[in-house]
């Protein structure tokens, strides 16, 4: 069984930053794929980014991310992060780290099978 772990999150002004971090438990999450999720206030959780196991070689970002966040991965430290810039008022919501037991990733939520229980980032105008 894997736990997962996500710290970082907090209140910043638009156009700061953020990293978020997910910490991973229970047995190492090298080959699996990760990912973030986000669930703004009153929204359904939309994908964020995903990282592919091992390497992590592949990545992929939802396309309102693009250019200003990066997914990144520490196998050393069974971790996985999310460096978040340029942040707007919109990129409020609380965010899931999750993993999939397959090294390829995956923008479905139903394709992950651990997920951390969120942590809540505000940005304010």
């Known amino acids: 069984q894997v736990q997962l772990v996500e710290s970082g999150g907090g209140l910043v002004q638009a156009g700061g930053s953020l990293r978020l971090s997910c910490a991973a438990s229970g047995r190492t999450v090298s080959s699996s794929a990760m990912a973030w999720f986000r669930q703004p206030p009153g929204k359904d959780r939309e994908f964020v980014a995903a990282?592919?196991?091992?390497?992590?070689?592949?990545?992929v970002y939802a396309d309102s991310m693009k250019g200003r966040f990066t997914i990144s991965r520490d196998n050393a430290k069974n971790t996985a992060y999310l460096q978040m810039s340029s942040l707007k008022p919109e990129d409020t919501a609380v965010y899931y780290c999750?993993?999939?037991?397959?090294?390829?990733?995956?923008?479905?939520?139903?394709?992950?099978?651990?997920w951390g229980q969120g942590t809540q980032v505000t940005v304010s105008s």
């Open positions: 990282i592919s196991g091992w390497s992590g070689g592949a990545t």
């Open positions: 999750a993993a999939r037991a397959f090294v390829g990733n995956s923008k479905d939520d139903r394709d992950y099978q651990y």
